[in-house]
C-alpha cells in the first residue's frame, strides 16, 4: 500500500481563494512565474522534485555543510541529544514542505554557521594552534605606522559611544534582515537566495580562518598588553561594556565574556558582513551606494574605537567579502534591469556578467550560457534567461525546478532570441 503524507486542511473557503487567486493574476504579466513563490505543503512534491533534480558541481556545497554539522555536532556538549534530535527534525521538516523549503534552502550556510561559531567553543584547547599575540600589532605598525584602534579610542564620550553602539551592536544583527527585505521586494527575483548563501558561506570561511589563525584584539593588548594568551583567559566587552553601563542592563557583558571565539580578531566579520552589505546593495540600488558605503566606513570607525579590532582585521574581512561577492557576480547574480522597480515587474532574468562581444541588432543573447542545470538547490548557472511569456510552466515539471524564491531556472530555449 503506498505511503501518502496527511494533507492539511486550508481554512480559507475554496471561492475565496478563487477570486484571490484570479485577482492576483490578472495584476501579473503573463512573464510572471519567475516571481512566483510555493504555497504548496506536500512533501511529496519536494520528493518528486528531489528524483527529477540534474546534479551538478555546484551540489558539493551541500557536502560541505554536511560536514561541518557533523562535525559541530559531534563535540557539542549542549544542548542535550533530546533538542539536537528536535531541531534537526524540525529542519529536516522545513525542507520538505515546499512552502518552507524556498525559504530555509538558501539560509542553511548561515544557519551552519551559527552552529559552527558557537559549538567552536568545545573544541578541546589541546587540538588549537598557537595564539598569535604581536602578529596584529606589528602588522598595525608595519602598513599604518602606528595602532589606529588605540588612537581612536584614546578619547571616549558617550555620545561617541552610542555613534558606535548602533552600528557595531545594533546594525550588525538587524541589518542583514533589513537588506534582504529590499533585496526580495525590489531586486530581480534571485537575488536574496544569493545573497543568503553568499552572507553564509563568507561568514563559515571567516570563522575557519578565525579558528586556525588565532590572534588576540586590541582589548587583550589593552589589559594584558603582549603577554603570551592561553584559551582559558575570558573574552571582553571592551568598549560595549559602557553600553552595559549607561543604559542599566546587560546586554554584552557576559556574552562576550562568554564568546565562544575570544580570540578570533582576524578577519573581522563586523567588516565583512557590512562590506559585502554594501557590495550588495550597491548592486542592487546603485542610487544608494553613498548610503552603504557610509555604514560600512561606520562599522569601521565603531569596531576599532570599542577596540574589538585593528585595523588589519578590517581590511581581511573587506577582502574576503569582496572575493566572495565578486564569485557571486560574476556567475550567479542576476542582473538589473534599469526600467524594473519590483521584483514582480521583471519578464525574464540574466544571470552572471554581461557580456562583452557586442552583437548587431543587440541579439547580446547569442552570448548566454544556455546550461539549464539550476534550481532551489543548486547555486546557479553563470548565464540564463527565464521567461515566462517564452516557455509557459508545464504541468508536467518537476516543481523542484519550478520558479520559487531560492530558484535561478532558465526555462527558454535556445531558439528563443530576445532583441533588446
Not at 504555497?39 to 519536494?46: K, L
Request: charged share 15%.
Amino acid at each position: 500500500m503506498p505511503f501518502s503524507w496527511p494533507s492539511i486542511p486550508n481554512p480559507i473557503p475554496r471561492r475565496y481563494r478563487r477570486r484571490l487567486r484570479s485577482k492576483f493574476r490578472s495584476s501579473q504579466s503573463p512573464a510572471s512565474s519567475i516571481t512566483a513563490l510555493e504555497t504548496s505543503f506536500n512533501p511529496n512534491d519536494t520528493l518528486r522534485a528531489l528524483r527529477h533534480h540534474r546534479w551538478s558541481i555546484y551540489d558539493g556545497h551541500y557536502l560541505i555543510l554536511i560536514l561541518i554539522t557533523i562535525f559541530c555536532l559531534s563535540i557539542s556538549q549542549a544542548p542535550g541529544p533530546m533538542l539536537k534530535t528536535g531541531a534537526a527534525s524540525l529542519l529536516i521538516l522545513a525542507l520538505l514542505v515546499p512552502i518552507t523549503r524556498q525559504f530555509f534552502l538558501p539560509v542553511l550556510p548561515t544557519l551552519v554557521w551559527l552552529l559552527f561559531f558557537f559549538n567552536a567553543r568545545f573544541i578541546p584547547a589541546d587540538y588549537r594552534p598557537h595564539i598569535w599575540v604581536k602578529v596584529l600589532p606589528a602588522l598595525e605598525n608595519i602598513f599604518y605606522g602606528a595602532n589606529l584602534s588605540n588612537i581612536l579610542s584614546a578619547h571616549q564620550h558617550v555620545v561617541l559611544d552610542l555613534l558606535a553602539w548602533v552600528p557595531y551592536g545594533l546594525l550588525h544583527y538587524g541589518g542583514p534582515v533589513v537588506w534582504a527585505i529590499l533585496m526580495f521586494l525590489f531586486a530581480p527575483p534571485g537575488t536574496l537566495p544569493v545573497y543568503g548563501r553568499t552572507f553564509g558561506y563568507l561568514n563559515i570561511f571567516g570563522v575557519a580562518v578565525q579558528l586556525i589563525f588565532p590572534c588576540s584584539p586590541p582589548w587583550y593588548e589593552n589589559l594584558y598588553g603582549l603577554a603570551p594568551a592561553n584559551y582559558s583567559i575570558s573574552g571582553s566587552p571592551a568598549g560595549l561594556a559602557r553600553i552595559d553601563m549607561l543604559l542599566g542592563i546587560d546586554m554584552y557583558t557576559t556574552n562576550f565574556t562568554a564568546s565562544p571565539l575570544v580570540f578570533g580578531a582576524f578577519p573581522s566579520l563586523h567588516s565583512a558582513n557590512a562590506v559585502l552589505e554594501a557590495l550588495f546593495m550597491s548592486h542592487c540600488f546603485p542610487k544608494l551606494r553613498p548610503f552603504v558605503i557610509g555604514y560600512a566606513m561606520w562599522m569601521w570607525w565603531a569596531t576599532m574605537y570599542l577596540s574589538h579590532h585593528y585595523a588589519v582585521d578590517l581590511v581581511g574581512g573587506a577582502f574576503f567579502a569582496a572575493i566572495a561577492f565578486y564569485i557571486a557576480k560574476t556567475n550567479f547574480l542576476p542582473r538589473i534591469q534599469p526600467d524594473k522597480f519590483f521584483r514582480w515587474d521583471y519578464d525574464y532574468v540574466e544571470y552572471g556578467d554581461a557580456p562583452n562581444r557586442e552583437y548587431e541588432y543587440g541579439l547580446t543573447v547569442l552570448g548566454a550560457d544556455f546550461r539549464n542545470s539550476s534550481d532551489e538547490w543548486t547555486v546557479g548557472s553563470s548565464s540564463s534567461i527565464s521567461s515566462g511569456s517564452r516557455s509557459p510552466v508545464n504541468d508536467s515539471q518537476s516543481s523542484w525546478e519550478g520558479e520559487t524564491l531560492a530558484s535561478q531556472v532558465s526555462d527558454s530555449e535556445l531558439s528563443e532570441v530576445i532583441v533588446r
